[in-house]
């Protein structure tokens, strides 16, 4: 069982920024993937964005050039900063280890609890 503890997330206006982190032993290490999903009320589980073992990154269309991944491995951390955020960014974000076939459900499969994100 992976243990991962999300803060960060919160209410904010259009326009504003968050930023969610993730603690958990697995991230202690840069050898593998790292991502960030997330879940709107009514739609499947979302990939946001993954920072690869080889330190390249993906971003999902809809966040692309507004979110940015991090990791600190010293820190067993990873980051996701939101920036210019959009009512239709509302979710639960999910941290995430590296997940060959990741459930629809986001809060079914092996990672933490999530952190709310709400942009009116």
């Known amino acids: 069982h992976v243990q991962l503890v999300e803060s960060g997330g919160g209410s904010v206006q259009a326009g504003g920024s968050l930023t969610a982190s993730c603690t958990g032993s697995?991230?202690?290490?840069?050898?593998?993937?790292v991502s960030w999903y997330r879940q709107a009320p009514g739609y499947d589980c979302e990939l946001v964005s993954t920072?690869?073992?080889?330190?390249?990154?993906y971003y999902a269309s809809s966040v692309r050039g507004r979110f940015t991944i991090s990791q600190d491995s010293a820190k067993s951390t990873i980051y996701l900063r939101m920036n210019n955020l959009k009512p239709e960014d509302t979710a639960v974000y999910y941290c995430?280890?590296?997940?060959?076939?990741?459930?629809?459900?986001?809060?079914?499969?092996?990672w933490g609890q999530g952190t709310q994100v709400t942009v009116s």
């Open positions: 920072l690869r073992n080889d330190r390249t990154i």
């Open positions: 697995v991230f202690a290490s840069d050898d593998s993937d």
């Open positions: 995430a280890p590296e997940t060959d076939y990741p459930l629809v459900d986001c809060a079914a499969n092996d």
